[in-house]
């Protein structure tokens, strides 16, 4: 009797470690959870980070368009479910600052960078 328990107790850390090891293994790069909120076609920003605070989506149907005076200089986050450009407008006329957007994109944490100056969202840059 005491080989049967000792090899099932073998078995049952066996399967542990098994288990483990294909939960470790699922990819790190997973999309955000947000991601069911934005549609298909969409780039959707937020104010805050980790898709919080007041959010707007854009389409590259709708052509060039100011962000909302809540998201202007002010976008925390975005997922991009369509290329796009972000645009931030410098105080030298017919000047701007550009980055490409593409489909899949996303940033959890924006604002420090270049989602501190957007200004408007277009089709192209």
């Given at each position: 009797?005491?080989s049967?328990?000792?090899g099932?107790?073998?078995?049952?850390v066996?399967?542990?470690?098994?288990l483990?090891?294909?939960?470790?293994?699922?990819?790190?790069?997973?999309?955000?959870e947000?991601?069911?909120?934005?549609?298909?076609?969409?780039?959707?920003?937020?104010?805050?980070?980790?898709?919080?605070?007041?959010?707007?989506?854009?389409?590259p149907?709708?052509?060039?368009?100011?962000?909302?005076?809540?998201?202007?200089?002010?976008?925390?986050?975005?997922?991009?479910?369509?290329?796009?450009?972000?645009?931030n407008w410098i105080?030298?006329?017919?000047?701007?600052?550009?980055?490409?957007?593409?489909?899949?994109?996303?940033?959890?944490?924006?604002?420090?960078?270049?989602?501190?100056?957007?200004d408007?969202?277009?089709p192209t840059?």
């Amino acid at each position: 009797m005491r080989s049967t328990t000792h090899g099932m107790r073998i078995a049952t850390v066996t399967g542990a470690i098994a288990l483990t090891i294909v939960a470790c293994a699922a990819p790190a790069t997973a999309a955000p959870e947000p991601a069911a909120r934005a549609a298909a076609g969409d780039i959707c920003l937020w104010s805050g980070r980790d898709y919080t605070g007041a959010s707007w989506c854009w389409n590259p149907g709708n052509g060039y368009v100011d962000v909302p005076p809540a998201l202007h200089d002010n976008v925390g986050s975005f997922i991009a479910h369509a290329n796009g450009c972000f645009i931030n407008w410098i105080h030298v006329p017919d000047n701007k600052e550009t980055r490409v957007v593409r489909d899949g994109d996303y940033r959890r944490v924006y604002k420090n960078d270049f989602g501190g100056k957007i200004d408007a969202v277009a089709p192209t840059c």
